[in-house]
C-alpha cells in the first residue's frame, strides 16, 4: 500500500496549531501548509473509511532531549510544535498500554548510524535502505490494529557535506515542508496476534523528492534530516488515546540524491 497524501495528524483528527518553539528557524509557510490540508481534505475520506476509530482520536508526539520520540499532550506536526508534556500510559486505551517495538536489524542501522546514514531519493521513488523492520509485542490477539509511517523533519535546516571535514555541517534554513503522507502497512487492520507472529517490514516505502508525486511515495526534502515514526492504532470502542508512536534515534537519516560519505557507499 502506497502512502497516503495527508499527515498522521490530520489523518486522525488533530487540529495543528502554528506556535513557535525555541529555534527561530522552526518556522513553516503556514499558507503552504494551509493549501496542502485542503488538498488533504479532498483525498481523507476513503481512508476514513478503512479507520473509522481514528477518525476522531488524536495523535500527537514531540522530540525529547536525546531525539527520542515521545508522545505530548500537545500538537505537533514536523515544524509546528507546542509546548511539550509527557503522556502517562493510563492516557492509552488499555489495549496499547503494554505495547512494545523493538528495532530489527539494528546492527546494521547502527553501522550506518556511527558515519550518518544516507537515504537515496528519487523523483521516481526510491526503497529505504536499510529497511525499517520491527518487532512488536504486548498487543492484544483478538483486538485489530493498523500500523503506519511517517516522517519528521528533524530541523528546518538544509546540509550540505563537507568532504574536506569528513561531516554534515549547516548549508542554511531548511525548505518549506509539506505534511508528511502517511504510509499504511498493506496489512492493515490485522489482529494482535498477528502482528506479533512475525518481524513486520516496511519494506514498500518508497522516498521521492518530487514535490507534484502522484504515486504515494513519501515526499522529502533532499539534504535535510528525517526520523522515521511507528505509529500503532487500536481498532476498538474504549476511553483513552487508541495511538502509541513509537521511533529509534539510530534510524534517522540524511535524503540525498547521490551517497556523500564514501564509507556510507561502501
Known amino acids: 500500500m502506497s502512502a497516503k497524501p495527508f499527515s498522521i495528524a490530520y489523518l486522525i483528527g488533530d487540529t495543528v496549531t502554528d506556535n513557535s518553539n525555541d529555534n527561530d528557524n522552526d518556522n513553516v509557510n503556514t499558507e503552504i501548509h494551509n493549501n496542502c490540508m485542503n488538498v488533504a481534505k479532498s483525498r481523507i475520506t476513503d481512508t476514513l ?65 556511527a558515519y550518518g546514514t544516507e537515504m537515496i531519493v528519487t523523483k ?80 514498500k516505502i518508497k522516498l521521492t523528492n518530487n514535490q507534484l508525486d502522484q504515486n504515494g511515495h513519501i515526499i522529502v526534502n533532499s539534504m535535510h534530516r528525517y526520523q522515521p515514526n511507528i505509529h500503532v492504532v487500536v481498532h476498538a470502542d474504549g476511553s483513552g488515546r487508541q495511538c502509541r508512536t513509537f521511533s529509534f534515534p539510530n534510524t534517522s537519516f540524511m535524503a540525498v540524491t547521490a551517497y556523500q560519505n564514501h564509507r556510507v557507499n561502501n
Not at 502517562?88 to 542501522?109: C, F, I, P, Q
Not at 504486548?138 to 516522517?151: A, F, I, N, Q
Not at 574536506?164 to 492493515?188: D, F, M, T, Y
Request: a positive charge; hydrophobic letters at 35%.
Open 124 to 203: 521516481t521513488g526510491r526503497r529505504m535502505f536499510p529497511t525499517l523492520q520491527v518487532a512488536i509485542s504486548g498487543l492484544e490477539p483478538t483486538v485489530r490494529y493498523s500500523l503506519m509511517v511517517d516522517l519528521t523533519c528533524i530541523d528546518n535546516k538544509r546540509y550540505r557535506y563537507a568532504f574536506h571535514q569528513s561531516k554534515w555541517i549547516v548549508a542554511g534554513p531548511g525548505e518549506a515542508e509539506l505534511p508528511c503522507r502517511v504510509h499504511v502497512h498493506n496489512e492493515s487492520p490485522a489482529p494482535g496476534e498477528h502482528w506479533m507472529r512475525q518481524t513486520v517490514s516496511f519494506d
Open 49 to 113: 473509511k478503512l479507520f473509522p476509530v481514528i477518525s476522531k482520536t488524536t495523535l500527537n508526539y514531540d522530540t525529547n532531549s536525546n531525539g527520542t520520540i515521545i508522545d505530548t499532550e500537545n500538537n505537533f506536526n514536523h515544524n509546528l510544535t507546542t509546548k511539550k508534556s509527557s503522556i502517562m500510559l493510563k492516557d492509552y486505551h488499555s489495549a496499547l498500554r503494554n505495547v512494545s517495538v523493538r528495532l530489527e536489524g539494528a546492527t546494521l542501522w547502527n553501522k550506518f548510524h
